[in-house]
């Protein structure tokens, strides 16, 4: 009886161990780092919306190891600039793409 259990022990254990390895992204990454990605999209995207010029706008909001890169498109250079602004004023930010397109110059 005390082998059953200790084999039952043993075998968890083992899968504890893989668990834990295994908790990495193809991209080496861990849940930590990938939770926080996300974090900083939704606090992005939070303080777009929280913008009323620009409200309405279809932006994109993408994070990988704090690099944000905003796609879409608005209609003036200010407004592009200010999506910019907005996404660097986030904690956790390390660098913004700002892939925007504009209607007008």
Request: proline fraction near 1%; include cysteine; aromatic fraction near 4%.
């Amino acid at each position: 009886m005390m082998r059953k259990g200790s084999l039952v022990g043993a075998a968890f254990a083992v899968l504890v161990i893989s668990c834990l390895v295994a908790c990495q992204t193809p991209a080496g990454r861990t849940a930590g780092e990938v939770i926080d990605d996300a974090t900083i999209t939704t606090k992005v995207k939070a303080k777009l919306f929280d913008e009323s010029i620009l409200r309405g706008f279809a932006i994109s909001v993408k994070t990988f190891e704090g690099e944000v890169t905003l796609t879409g498109g608005v209609d003036t250079n200010e407004q592009k600039d200010r999506v910019g602004e907005i996404a660097r004023s986030v904690t956790g930010v390390r660098k913004v793409n700002n892939l925007l397109n504009t209607k007008k110059s």
